[in-house]
């Protein structure tokens, strides 16, 4: 089982070195093939484009294709699964009108006006984030085919062990990492699934960068761009050194640093989700420890929001100090009594801060601080969390900044219920991008 699709292209790449030195084109299948695609471009260092197919979906059972189309006019039907569910001349052709519609909205969109990757007589890296009937990545490899690639590859993480042969007659090699048995779902093999949207594969293209008419990669970073940073650190705050990690995409556009509950670290398995799905769109995280293990012991220390302030602040010039950092947005991100301490650490550092989210915060622990916050706010609630809910819309009206107040239905105040921590991923995503984009 995958943890994600990063790590699933990242594992799908090492199969796929021996095409690192010939001229190669990546090619994501949107929306989830691309997150996979930019490991494997980045692996072989070659440009990253879409492909864009669509399924073409049975009425009233469109999750079972009866075909697909792609770019250029390609169309696959299978017959079979035309005659078996009954569909007629007119249902099919309704079904191919839609998705035809939505094939070119989306590779508008995707590629956001770039002119796409010139594939004549190059190899054309078709990736997805799992193949189950192979109908879409049989009409990508067609669609590469009609745009002049000398070679096709088909490359996923995971798929049945008969998709070989299904994509035989369009790829002229299959890289599967994974072939389980019984295969029932792609997402059965992932422990984070969640759904890939527009604005995660349009951003990911852009941080790809354009090529050049050789095809050969331009660099996505200027020279005031960091380096691509995934590590264990060591913050130094008040003599002491802080565990964290900080993780540094490609062109990122800015970082988030966490203050975490109490009682909890950076190993915190709600925060590392929310820090992966801003990594996922080129934000940079830093999740550190905020007291050392012995302060932890004094159970007052966890809850002195002075002093887990105090300490985000410390962080947060430790970072600016390093010989690598440029000047770039900053934002923080707090749950539960950390969203204290994200606040009052805020009012501190005035306009250095660009935006704050707080997550089943305690905003009310840092009352006195609230009107002297100038970041724009988001405060996340769970639904069903209703006196930290009561508390927030107090401190909502005690703040003077611009500020949100979001509540997710159905959601307890350590958001466990299925999806509701993927929501409040989407908002806090949303939040920062547009915050350091202003």
């Known amino acids: 089982m995958f943890r994600d699709r990063i790590e699933a292209g990242r594992q799908l790449a090492e199969h796929l070195l021996h095409l690192k030195d010939q001229d190669v084109v990546v090619l994501g299948l949107p929306r989830g093939g691309v997150p996979v695609a930019h490991q494997v471009a980045l692996a072989l260092d070659a440009p990253l484009d879409v492909i864009v197919v669509r399924k073409l979906g049975v009425p ?3 999750e079972l294709a009866m075909g697909a189309i792609g770019e250029e006019g390609v169309r696959i039907i299978d017959p079979h699964i035309v005659s078996m569910a009954g569909v007629s001349a007119e249902e099919l052709a309704e079904v191919e009108r839609a998705e035809r519609a939505e094939l070119d909205r989306r590779a508008r969109l995707f590629r956001g006006g770039r002119p796409r990757e010139p594939l004549q007589g190059r190899v054309a890296v078709i990736v997805d984030d799992g193949i189950a009937t192979g109908s879409t990545a049989r009409a990508a490899a067609q669609v590469a085919r009609e745009l002049g690639a000398a070679r096709v590859v088909v490359a996923t993480p995971v798929a049945p062990r008969e998709v070989r042969a299904r994509l035989g007659r369009d790829a002229d090699e299959v890289i599967v990492v994974e072939t ?5 779902a792609i997402g059965q093999f992932y422990l984070d699934f969640s759904q890939t949207a527009d604005e995660e594969v349009s951003a990911i293209l852009e941080r790809a960068g354009p090529t050049s008419a050789a095809g050969s990669v331009s660099s996505p970073m200027s020279a005031d761009d960091p380096p691509p940073i995934d590590q264990e650190v060591s913050v130094a705050v008040g003599g002491a050194g802080l565990g964290g990690h900080l993780t540094v995409p490609d062109g990122s556009m800015g970082t988030v640093l966490f203050a975490h509950g109490s009682g909890s670290s950076r190993h915190s398995p709600r925060n590392r989700h929310v820090a992966e799905a801003l990594n996922r769109v080129g934000l940079g995280t830093l999740l550190f420890d905020l007291l050392t293990p012995a302060e932890e012991s004094d159970r007052t220390n966890v809850f002195d929001i002075g002093l887990l302030a105090r300490r985000l602040v410390e962080g947060t010039g430790w970072l600016t100090r390093l010989e690598t950092w440029p000047s770039q947005p900053i934002g923080y991100f707090g749950a539960s009594t950390g969203a204290a301490a ?16 707080s997550r089943g915060g305690r905003p009310d622990l840092a009352m006195q601080h609230l009107a002297e916050v100038r970041s724009p706010t988001l405060l996340i609630v769970g639904g069903l969390d209703t006196v930290v809910l009561d508390l927030n819309r107090a401190a909502q009206a005690a703040m003077k900044c611009e500020n949100r107040l979001d509540v997710v239905p159905g959601a307890s105040h350590l ?17 920062f991008v547009t915050h350091f984009r202003t």
């Open 60 to 62: 009233y059972q469109p």
């Open 180 to 184: 389980p048995e019984p295969f029932y």
């Open 342 to 357: 994200a606040l009052w650490a805020a009012s501190e550092l005035g306009g250095d801060i660009s935006a704050v989210v």
């Open 415 to 431: 958001f466990e219920e299925p999806g509701t921590l993927d929501r409040v991923a989407s908002l806090a995503r949303d939040w």
